[in-house]
């Protein structure tokens, strides 16, 4: 296929790109520029984008994907009270992980691409080959393993997620969803920014010696 077709086809996508996925997408946006700026706000942004892609991605038959949106919604709100802490307790500081938070994030990744792939290849085979069942469970795995690193506001959650972004890009094209691809590409754009401010900002609150 040429350029001019591939250019030709994604504009009718976008075209017929339903007004919810709009919706959708917006919110996802709101929600990782408040997180590239610091600001807990991104998790109400983030509840209402990751309920409305359930819907999406579940239609889309990206079941893997539409379970990590749940993922999502979950981790919208353990953030959100994780990140305000309680009253007479100071917020949660930007850190860099840990190596057993490194451990944590690596076994979120395993066990959950074995539980995504498992689920799809017995339940919904008749919707998935086995090659976009794997992928659909790569990009969801590592997904999970970066929101649960930004709920506890390390700055590698970028990089983690970024890995998701990677792969999913083309997956989301590959399923005719246009612009959740276009989101995801600049998710990816906007998560290197990301990571360049958060240590940024780490930095700035690091003690100086005199």
């Not at 040429?2 to 919706?23: A, D, R, V």
Request: glycine share 2%; with cysteine.
């Amino acid at each position: 296929m040429s350029l001019q077709e591939w250019i030709m086809l994604f504009t009718e996508q976008i075209k017929e790109t339903p007004p919810l996925e709009w919706i959708a997408v917006a919110a996802s946006v709101a929600e990782v520029l408040l997180a590239w700026r610091n600001n807990v706000l991104l998790y109400p942004a983030g509840i209402i984008s990751t309920a409305l892609f359930i819907y999406i991605l579940f239609n889309a038959g990206l079941y893997a994907e539409a379970v990590l949106s749940v993922y999502y919604f979950v981790m919208s709100v353990y953030g959100w009270v994780h990140w305000l802490r309680k009253k007479n307790e100071p917020p949660l500081a930007i850190s860099y992980t840990t190596r057993k938070e490194w451990q944590i994030a690596t076994g979120i990744i395993v066990i959950s691409m074995a539980l995504f792939y498992s689920i799809i290849e017995l339940y919904l085979h008749k919707y998935n080959n086995t090659y976009i069942a794997l992928w659909d469970a790569f990009v969801s795995a590592t997904a999970w393993a970066g929101m649960w690193l930004l709920a506890r506001r390390k700055i590698e959650n970028w990089v983690v997620l970024n890995v998701s972004n990677l792969f999913a890009i083309p997956l989301l094209l590959y399923k005719k969803l246009p612009l959740t691809s276009c989101l995801t590409l600049f998710l990816f754009i906007v998560a290197i920014f990301g990571y360049l401010e958060w240590k940024k900002l780490y930095r700035a609150a690091q003690p100086r010696a005199f």
